[in-house]
């Protein structure tokens, strides 16, 4: 039996992996009533997550483009609790949009420790 050398191995993992096909496009509606905040794009589920994305907006159009299929969700605001949207998961050559406007208690979000995320 022939042995497989790790470059090898990397070579064919990367290209099973290119059959995804990044082309996701993520584009949010924020309003935030003139509060700057930072909009942080997150893989994975809270609690298990790492920042894919981020920027600062004061509300209007936030997009993210060039997007792997998985399972996403925004943590927004500038201190150490958060909104946190729901956890969405994107599919390869599909756009998504959201309309979020920041209430506290209320709306299509929930505050959360930026740690636990």
Do not use: H
């Amino acid at each position: 039996m022939k042995k497989v050398s790790k470059l090898a191995l990397s070579i064919l993992f990367m290209v099973a992996n290119a059959s995804y096909a990044c082309n996701i496009d993520f584009n949010i509606t924020l309003q935030t009533f003139g509060e700057g905040v930072l909009v942080e794009l997150r893989s994975g589920t809270p609690g298990r997550s790492r920042v894919v994305m981020s920027t600062r907006s004061s509300g209007g159009n936030v997009s993210f483009s060039s997007l792997c299929p998985g399972r996403y969700f925004l943590a927004i605001g500038n201190d150490e609790s958060v909104s946190v949207t729901p956890v969405r998961d994107f599919e390869e050559n599909v756009s998504y949009s959201s309309r979020i406007t920041m209430q506290r208690g209320s709306g299509n979000v929930g505050r959360q420790s930026r740690k636990s995320l």
